[in-house]
């Protein structure tokens, strides 16, 4: 399209929703149950959804993050069922929750000095840390590799149901592999109903983008994904710490260090094209693609900030919020992928003219790693 475009093929990467359809072939339909929270401590759905997480199923249910799909995480069968539902590669390895900081030492081992400061100040909270794990752990759990992912989530229904379940629950995303993440149990319901025991509706998250996960096994602490708390706030707590991600899918590659970088990402079923740049010059770029696109016939939906939604107020679109309040793209951007989705776009155009610093970074991250087109204005 344009020579300033770095376009990337969907086709060359690993496609999870591709391996979605092949699972549905196998994975024995189920009647999803929906439960309902009111209130939380002693709540009986919350009961019952913990007595399915203790005898090997899957229960869905809201993080502040994003909704995860849990299972115990020491029972090997139970695992495997996420990877089932999700039709998620067996080499890409789970977040294990846990519902203190005790029950982390239960799964790691030589925990590093740096890795308790981080659980005293983040947890419960969106930090995911990566150590060595015991024996216990499983390698359906870790895809084989001799460290865990752990994190205390900071959601009190997400805490009871561990609590209440007496098992640190392996829990991914909640969606199809290779689907935008859900951020509302319809969400869920919209990739995984049939394929999954149970999900606790807790309404939307907070968040709305996953953790940030930080692998604690090396000398300088390293950074494998970006998300809401930043590498300066981990800094203040801790000293150094690397950056050990990009933007890029790694598809061909053996060697990363965290197995999810090769996997397409986050990506709706519609086409999806990031324009980058100030708001002037995204929102020209924007304007002659409308015309363009409208041209050739395509239905086009747009995810745009508050500033530019007043520019396309005719056109289908979804708010990323305020382009100097990025924690309002962070909670909107896989809300707004899915709702345009379901409203049958062709293509998405994304106004990347937001603010990049703080969970700005995290966004960007997940739109880079969706997008089929990066157009830089
Ligand atoms: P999800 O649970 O879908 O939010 O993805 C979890 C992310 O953490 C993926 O990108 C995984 O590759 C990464 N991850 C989980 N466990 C490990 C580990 N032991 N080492 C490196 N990365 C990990
Ligand atoms: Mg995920």
Redesign the pocket.
């Known amino acids: 399209m344009h020579e300033s475009a770095v376009c990337r093929e969907r086709a060359s990467a690993y496609s999870g929703v591709q391996l979605g359809f092949i699972y549905e072939k196998t994975v024995m339909k189920k009647d999803t149950r929906i439960f309902r929270t009111g209130g939380i401590i002693g709540n009986e759905q919350i009961i019952e959804a913990a007595r399915i997480l203790r005898e090997g199923g899957t229960v869905a249910f809201p993080t502040e993050t994003v909704y995860g799909l849990g299972a115990d995480a020491l029972n090997e069968k139970a695992v495997s069922r996420i990877f089932e539902a999700k039709g998620r590669p067996a080499d890409?390895?789970?977040?294990v929750h846990v519902d203190s900081k005790e029950r982390c030492m239960d799964l790691v081992r030589n925990v590093p000095e740096k890795a308790l400061l981080l659980m005293d100040e983040f947890w419960p909270g969106p930090l995911?840390l990566?150590m060595e794990r015991k024996p216990i752990v499983p390698d359906v759990t870790?895809g084989g590799?001799d460290?865990?992912?752990v994190r205390m989530p900071g959601n009190e229904i997400a805490l009871e149901l561990i609590r209440q379940s007496g098992k640190p629950i392996a829990a991914?995303?909640a969606n199809l592999s290779g689907r935008p993440s859900p951020t509302t149990a319809g969400h869920v319901l919209s990739d995984l109903s049939g394929r999954i025991d149970a999900v606790v509706d807790g309404g939307e998250v907070s968040i709305g983008l996953?953790s940030t996960?930080v692998?604690m096994t090396g000398d300088i602490p390293a950074i494998?994904?970006p998300g809401k708390i930043t590498k300066e706030e981990l800094e203040l707590c801790i000293g150094d710490v690397r950056i050990a991600y990009d933007d890029k899918v790694h598809p061909e590659s053996e060697t990363v260090?965290?197995?999810?970088m090769k996997y397409t990402h986050y990506s709706p079923d519609s086409i999806v094209i990031l324009v980058e740049g100030q708001h002037e010059s995204v929102i020209s770029r924007i304007k002659e693609m409308i015309v363009d696109f409208n041209h050739r016939g395509a239905n086009i939906g747009l995810l745009l900030t508050e500033e530019s939604k007043k520019v396309f107020p005719c056109e289908i679109s979804h708010s990323l919020g305020e382009k100097e309040k990025p924690e309002q793209a962070a909670k909107n951007l896989f809300f707004g992928l899915r709702y345009l989705d379901e409203k049958k776009a062709d293509i998405i155009i994304v106004d990347g003219s937001f603010d990049p610093d703080g969970i700005g970074q995290a966004v960007f991250n997940r739109l880079r790693k969706a997008a089929d087109m990066i157009i830089k204005v």
């Open positions: 890409n390895p789970l977040i995911t990566i870790t590799l460290t865990v992912a991914p995303s996953e996960v692998d494998l994904r260090r965290s197995p999810g």
